[in-house]
């Protein structure tokens, strides 16, 4: 048992957004030591 | 001691005793006559006159004899100092003493400050330039004495302001602490390292006999570094099974006190209807969630209202009606709060809703609930109105109060506010403050609120939305996992873009900031869509744009379609 529920949150896995000209940007978002080591798993 | 020099020893002996002038131009077998005459101004600048001094400060003598005649006159006190080791433990028993003329009142801190400096540098500059140059014999005696000045110069940096302060009960303890701070690295001498002398503890005292304006800026220093060194990011994150670890195992330790307080405002339950029967509003503040004590007020009133109506005649609706609203929740509005207090009438032919903009709303409703007022024989069913923090961020909006206020006042509402915000007051002006008519009582409770803040939501919005929930990275793992390889390809094609962009000089706050709040620094921070796309035709990852966004999708998609199992995976 959870003491939070979680079910009803989106994963935020990537987010688009866009800018200034109206250029489409793709963002991961998370945090660098974190993406450094999505790259990790993701390699290995 | 800072020298263990016998000669050192023998000169300081001879000083205290009081031969100096004398005793120095005996050993100077060359000294010049600039010397002998320095030397002596040396003596007498303890009595000299200002003027003097300064005559003698700002000489730029290039020859070693003038810049010894440059130290020996202005460090009047070195030589104070020079004197044993003895002699400034006596001065340390002695009661202080000012010596007139010692420091006269034209020799600002900064000003012996910059002198002692000069001083340092330029004898360090000597200790390093003759061993390196050359000495030649004639000289030598000359030379070591200015050697051993020099060391002492910068040996007794630090006892000079001890000394100093002992001696003449005024310290110019920046001036101290400089020179500390100034001769903590002793040039390497002719014979070994100097012992490194203990920093000289800075007096209390504050200097007195500044003059005017210096204490004006001694009064006026700016302090030290406030910034403590002890920073968030040294700290280790506490994962989730320490926290409910630690959730669990914790005893609050004023649980009797807390229970004991809202009992004592429970005992205001029955002033609290006695007003809200006159027509008043009520508003409860103070530090603490006071959710608790209006639902036990809300059970207390049922409870009386029940008992009292048993004594009369059954009616329809027995007890009151007891309309709840908890303004903290981020969804609520005032439409919602309509709508609530509208199915709490139950009269016959209501609509079951309200629609349109919520001041028509408001009408309709005020105009049904006279209408009910006056319909029912008996006047005592208003409706009890109860709003949870009422200066919730929902609610906050002035149009919103507006309305509430002239809810309020209409007799079939009897409205009791709770407000946590300490600025709760500014929410209403003098028109709205009439119509709610309020009361003020403070319910301080020291209840955490656990309900009215979402520590989860909070944290996250703190840190910047890591991953929300989805455990960070595992979850992504997990997603991508569940993914074809071409996704999985993507990915990380993208997150490796990101850190390359991330890399190229970008701070990495701007990775950490919310979706949301990253108007600025957003664009920079993620990887064109453009881009990606290209690269990813370069891998082979996909052929088309459609594929492309399938892709894309995917992620969306996919990490919403296994949010429960990747939670459930990632807390076990």
């Not at chain 2, 005024?170 to 001036?175: L, V």
């Not at chain 2, 006695?274 to 603490?288: N, R």
């Not at chain 2, 701007?510 to 600025?520: F, H, K, Y």
Request: hydrophobic residues 30%; proline residues 5%.
């Amino acid at each position: 048992m959870t003491l939070f529920d979680f079910r009803f949150h989106d994963h935020q896995m990537i987010t688009s957004k866009k800018d200034a000209l109206g250029a489409e940007f793709l963002r991961v978002p998370f945090r660098k030591e974190e993406l450094e080591a999505i790259i990790e798993d993701l390699m290995g | 001691m800072r020298s263990s020099n016998p000669r050192d020893r023998r000169q300081a002996m001879k000083r205290k005793r009081g031969q100096t002038a004398l005793d120095i131009e005996q050993q100077d077998s060359s000294s010049s006559d600039t010397n002998a005459v320095s030397q002596s101004t040396e003596d007498d600048s303890q009595n000299q006159t200002p003027t003097k001094r300064r005559r003698t400060l700002p000489s730029t003598g290039g020859d070693t004899v003038a810049s010894t005649g440059h130290i020996n006159s202005v460090k009047s006190t070195p030589t104070k100092a020079t004197r044993s080791s003895d002699r400034i433990r006596v001065s340390l028993l002695k009661t202080p003493t000012k010596t007139v003329g010692s420091l006269s009142r034209t020799d600002t801190p900064t000003r012996v400050l910059d002198a002692e400096r000069s001083a340092r540098r330029k004898s360090a500059r000597k200790l390093i330039e003759r061993p390196v140059s050359g000495v030649s014999s004639d000289e030598e005696e000359l030379e070591e004495e200015e050697d051993l000045l020099a060391q002492d110069i910068w040996g007794t940096a630090e006892a000079d302001g001890e000394g100093r302060a002992n001696a003449h009960g005024d310290i110019e303890e920046a001036a101290a602490a400089a020179a500390a701070a100034g001769g903590t690295t002793p040039t390497p001498k002719k014979r070994g390292r100097p012992p490194k002398t203990p920093r000289s503890k800075r007096s209390p005292t504050p200097p007195h006999d500044l003059p005017p304006h210096e204490q004006y800026f001694y009064h006026n220093r700016p302090g030290g570094n406030k910034t403590s060194n002890n920073t968030l990011a040294s700290l280790s994150l506490l994962n989730h099974e320490e926290y409910f670890s630690l959730i669990r195992n914790y005893v609050d330790p004023h649980e009797s006190e807390r229970a004991f307080l809202h009992e004592i405002h429970a005992r205001s339950f029955e002033q609290w209807r006695f007003e809200l029967s006159e027509g008043f509003s009520l508003c409860l503040y103070g530090w603490g969630s006071k959710r608790q004590l209006t639902q036990d007020f809300a059970h207390w009133l049922y409870r009386q209202s029940s008992s009292q109506a048993d004594d009369s005649d059954q009616e329809e609706g027995t007890g009151c009606k007891i309309v709840v609203v908890n303004g903290y929740v981020s969804s609520v509005s005032i439409k919602e709060v309509i709508n609530t207090v509208l199915s709490a009438l139950d009269a016959p032919n209501l609509p079951p809703k309200l629609t349109g903009q919520p001041a028509d709303m408001l009408e309709t409703l005020l105009s049904l609930l006279t209408e009910h007022a006056s319909l029912s024989s008996n006047n005592n069913h208003p409706i009890t109105l109860i709003i949870n923090s009422i200066d919730g961020p929902p609610l906050r909006r002035p149009a919103t109060q507006s309305l509430l206020s002239r809810l309020a006042a209409h007799k079939a509402i009897h409205l009791l506010a709770t407000a946590d915000h300490p600025s709760f007051p500014l929410l209403w002006d003098s028109s709205l403050r009439e119509s709610f008519n309020f009361l003020f009582h403070d319910c301080t409770t020291f209840e955490p609120y656990e309900a009215e803040i979402d520590v989860v939501d909070s944290v996250n919005e703190l840190l910047g939305r890591t991953g929300r929930r989805v455990g960070g990275r595992e979850g992504v793992g997990y997603v991508l996992k569940s993914l074809p390889e071409n996704a999985r390809s993507l990915y990380r094609v993208l997150v490796g873009e990101q850190l390359a962009g991330m890399e190229d000089g970008l701070p990495a706050a701007a990775a950490e900031e919310d979706e949301e709040t990253g108007a600025g620094n957003s664009s920079a921070d993620g990887v064109e869509y453009r881009v990606l796309y290209q690269k990813a035709v370069e891998e082979f990852i996909c052929s088309s744009e459609v594929a492309f966004r399938t892709l894309l999708k995917e992620y969306v998609f996919t990490s919403r379609h296994l949010a429960f199992l990747i939670t459930r995976l990632a807390n076990e």
